[in-house]
């Protein structure tokens, strides 16, 4: 069997291709996977360092902002809708793929459509509660949509072939245990909370966790683990502005990436974080309690749809980002301390939430549509 994946621009849409791929394998050891994604992207540097065949095609996408400089772009990006699927479909015809995945991103929109113009059986995968517009577009026509919740259907085509797969989550995530993790990090019986704004940081999530921890530097009541990110260097200088001397402070744990997330998860009482599909999907399997603070700049704000999935499930809660202060955040957090049994009911509402087989739903469907066009 050959398949062919396209998807990129962010690891939202590059890892749940790879996880697929990689279960894929397992399954199948003869399988033959290739990997289309776009030049320059993250894509062109973590396929092949997963193991898998890459072939780079040039696209980029349209800027929604008028300005002179994104009227320029965009008048590329319109080339590059031509050439893109030129390229494309040379490599189909090449590789000549028995099924084609595509997981969003811009990449995904010329590669998927040009297989099913070919007649390939298509899947494609969408991560978020509210669909990216490439996937709106190739829902239509695919072979089957697979959805992460169920939220994401009712804004694509009635044509659309849905199946609830979940998104893949990762096995150290699925298999971290709380007792085990929190001795591994060296905890003590407090309540640990986690908080990070991704692999870049977010600033406003850094100023606010900034006063949460001084506040818990001042009364020991929690442990703290905080990532700040790549462009949150600063942060450090903040918080001694603040009178935090961390070298003082053991439970506050401070750290410009935070490299053993799957302990870290497993071991929190409370996390605080962005709303990207993947990092509720792994909220949801863990049974976290959360507050979270969507980013307002996405795509058709689709965080905020994301966090809303699980807030009216009683699985989460939200502050905005316009509505984010220290003040605000140390509010929020100390309500939910002194109230265990919410902690508790919004941990296990989340958790009733997860799909932590999603690689074998995605699989199955994977068989099934091959053996329809049979």
Same mark, same amino acid.
């Given at each position: ?98 099924? /084609? ?60 072939? /849905? ?212």
């Amino acid at each position: 069997m050959k398949v062919l994946f396209a998807g990129g621009g962010t690891a939202g849409h590059i890892n749940p291709a790879l996880a697929v791929a990689g279960f894929l394998r397992a399954k199948e050891p003869d399988v033959r996977i290739l990997y289309i994604g776009a030049r320059g992207g993250m894509e062109e540097r973590l396929v092949p360092a997963a193991g898998f065949d890459f072939q780079g095609i040039t696209v980029s996408g349209f800027q929604r902002r008028i300005s002179w400089k994104n009227v320029k772009r965009n008048a590329a990006a319109a080339v590059h809708v031509f050439t893109a699927s030129r390229e494309a479909r040379r490599l189909i015809r090449s590789f000549e793929p028995d099924l /084609c995945i595509g997981t969003g991103g811009y990449v995904a929109g010329p590669v998927i459509r040009e297989a099913i113009k070919l007649g390939i059986p298509s899947l494609i995968h969408e991560q978020n509660a509210f669909p990216g517009v490439t996937n709106k577009m190739l829902s239509k026509n695919a072979d089957r949509t697979l959805l992460a919740v169920p939220d994401a259907q009712k804004y694509l085509s009635p044509s659309a072939r /849905c199946v609830i797969t979940g998104n893949p989550v990762r096995r150290e995530v699925l298999h971290a245990g709380r007792d085990e993790a929190r001795k591994k990090l060296a905890l003590d019986e407090r309540p640990l909370i986690l908080s990070f704004g991704g692999s870049l940081g977010a600033r406003k999530i850094n100023e606010a966790a900034a006063d949460l921890l001084a506040e818990s530097a001042k009364n020991g009541r929690f442990q703290h683990i905080h990532g700040y990110g790549k462009w949150g260097k600063w942060f450090p200088g903040l918080l001694r502005e603040k009178g935090v001397n961390l070298s003082e402070h053991r439970e506050l744990d401070v750290r410009e990436y935070i490299d053993n997330m799957p302990d870290c998860l497993a071991a929190a009482d409370l996390v605080i974080c962005r709303a990207g599909a993947i990092t509720l999907s792994e909220l949801q399997a863990q049974g976290k309690a959360s507050i979270l603070i969507p980013s307002p700049n996405v795509a058709e704000n689709h965080q905020y749809r994301n966090a809303m999935s699980l807030v009216n499930r009683g699985a989460a809660e939200i502050i905005e980002e316009k509505d984010l202060t220290g003040h605000r955040l140390c509010e929020k957090v100390a309500g939910l301390f002194a109230r265990p049994e919410k902690l508790r009911e919004l941990g296990e509402n989340a958790r009733k939430m997860a799909i932590v087989d999603a690689n074998e739903r995605i699989y199955r469907v994977i068989r099934e549509v091959l053996d329809e066009r049979r």
